[in-house]
């Protein structure tokens, strides 16, 4: 007799995460195409970003795949061993069965990869963008600012609010904890997300926020009011960030004028991908991790993030307000593509109290 293959539960999984696997591999592999051709239209070769670090992409992935694993194993086996070297064998082998099944090493190198050529594709990407487009649309939103805040520069109202010193040191930090916040929540949800689904959501909803942030890019090309107005800037503290921004105009420079420099270029203001990101983070944390401090913990960094942006220069007003429509469209769209319920809590509350009637009506 022969078996129905959807009845093994292996099976059954699979299906169950097709939809967030093809999703993952066509987000990828459109950006990845669009990189190519704007690479063979300007004439420059794709730009490994971190290739001096880690080494070329080849040697990378792999890394980063046993990485993820290794970071799982080694702690989790030392610490429930107790340090006897005697039981780590079994202790990790344990581990691999239970947690590294078929479906787990699937979604990390599945995520992992896909997420990479999304990553590197944006900033290829972003890169090639004063070589494609020269129009800057800085003076529009400049005006739409002022207008906001009757008149005064947002900046300069934040600074006047909070100082200029203590303050800028702080925020500067909450601004910079953006790099590592990126590579260390999309290990966190493929590795240790006790519901795959999650783990689908949150890398498939990261790879949507990076690819609609770079057509924002392109729609509005802008370089900030850090750059385009820097005088409004000059009384902060010199901080990390300031060194930041000046390595980032510095590249910048090197980029448009040395036609030798095989370097990026990585200015471009609409939209904001920090609010994008710490905002899509938060609320995956709040529908997915049930620790209350962490919730608080990632809404708080999410609006430190927001003043931050506008305090140094970073961001317009629109930008932000951008970076907020696209953390909430890739929250939703990465919600779909892994298959979640989203349903309002009175429609649910509803539906339940219909079929408890319906369920009490006696057949005639």
Known sequence: MPVDSRSCPTNRMLVMYRRAQITLVANAVLIGIAAIVVSVVTGKPLIDPEGSFLGPTWMRLPLLLMAALALDLVPRTLWDSKFKPTLW??????????????ERLTLVALGVVCFYIVYVSYRNLKSALPALIEAQYDHELHLIDNA???GHEPGAALQAALGTHVAAWFLSYI?????????????CWLVWSKNLSFGYWFVCAQAFAWTLGTISYYALPTVGPGIQYVQ????????PTTDLMNSLVNARHNALWDAQANAA????GFASLHVAITLLTALMVQYT???????????????????????????????????VMIALTSF????IASKQQFRRKGFAKREAARAQREAEIAPV
């Open 89 to 102: 064998r079994s202790i990790a082998a344990h581990r691999l069965r239970t947690h590294w099944n078929r």
């Open 148 to 150: 906001l805040f009757f």
């Open 175 to 187: 601004y910079l904890w953006f790099l590592p916040l990126v590579p260390i929540a999309v290990t």
């Open 232 to 239: 409004v800037y000059q009384p902060l503290a010199h901080t």
């Open 265 to 268: 270029q990585t200015v471009a």
């Open 289 to 323: 991790v049930a620790n209350r401090w962490l919730q608080i913990v990632f809404w708080v960094n999410c609006a430190c993030t927001c003043v931050a942006t506008l305090y140094f220069g970073w961001h317009y007003v629109s930008d932000d307000v951008a970076g």
């Open 332 to 335: 939703y769209l990465g919600g």
